[in-house]
């Protein structure tokens, strides 16, 4: 069968709204999103998520480094902060929130 106009409108149509549909529920309690920046032996985390969340992700890292990687995270230099309100440091850099 071949495709009409109204077909070819429709299938951008249904393309352009697939585009704006979000994957995931930003809302949901269970939702975690999780971003990470690696440079040699330096690392950062960001994650949005409860303050809990974040220590408990950390505990789960550090003992990954441990126990398979054999290495140690510094506790002076692995920091818990809230974007909004601090800024993280980063291979000399300040990082902060790019919106207010």
């Known amino acids: 069968k071949a495709i009409s106009v109204h077909d070819v409108k429709e299938i951008k149509r249904l393309r352009k709204e697939l585009k704006s549909t979000s994957s995931v529920d930003n809302f949901d309690s269970s939702f975690r999103r999780v971003h990470y920046v690696r440079y040699a032996d330096d690392f950062l985390i960001g994650t949005i998520s409860s303050r809990a969340y ?5 505990q789960e890292i550090k003992q990954f480094l441990e126990d398979e990687l054999h290495l140690r995270l510094s506790e002076e230099k692995t920091l818990i902060t809230h974007a909004k309100n601090e800024k993280a440091h980063f291979l000399g850099y300040l990082i902060s929130r790019r919106f207010p």
């Open 54 to 58: 974040a220590q408990q992700l950390k």
